[in-house]
Every structure is written in structure tokens, then in C-alpha cells.
């Protein structure tokens, strides 16, 4: 039991068609803005505007400082 969740799992890339030109370390960069805004997502979802403004703010902050524009829109778009 303990072996199974002593290894490592890196999870899925947040990636859109517009990141076919974009380098692998690049999209690996983008990840904490883009987990940050679909933890927004969720919290709205589970009725939590509190969290979900908190986490549309972090990717807000992630996403402009990276220039991931298309995700800094949605985070942008869930912050109002």
C-alpha cells in the first residue's frame, strides 16, 4: 500500500491547441497559473466564491507573469 503512493505522479499538462509552438519547459511554467484557475473553477462549483476568487487571483498573477494570455482571460473572466 505505502509503495503505490510513495511514488511520484506528475500530473497532465494543462495544454490548448495554441501550444503546439510552445516548448516543453515553457507549458511546464504555465502550470501553476493554469491549475490555479481551474481550482477557481471548481470552487465556484462547489459553492465556495471565497476560495475561488483567492485562486483567480493567484492565476491571474501566474498567467500575466508568463504571458499565457488565453488562460489569464478565464482567470480574468472568474475574478469579476
Given amino acids: 500500500f505505502e509503495t503505490v503512493f510513495a511514488k ?10 495554441l ?6 519547459r515553457d507549458i511546464k511554467a504555465m502550470q501553476v497559473g493554469r491549475l ?3 481550482k477557481g473553477d471548481f470552487s465556484l462549483l462547489a459553492g465556495s466564491p471565497e ?10 498573477e501566474q498567467c500575466r507573469s508568463k504571458s499565457d494570455l488565453i488562460w489569464l482571460a478565464g482567470a480574468l473572466q472568474g475574478y469579476c
Fill in 36 to 38: 490555479s484557475k481551474q
Fill in 19 to 24: 501550444d503546439a509552438d510552445v516548448r516543453e
Fill in 51 to 60: 476560495d475561488a476568487l483567492a485562486f483567480y487571483k493567484e492565476a491571474k
Fill in 8 to 17: 511520484k505522479v506528475e500530473p497532465p499538462h494543462l495544454i490548448t491547441p
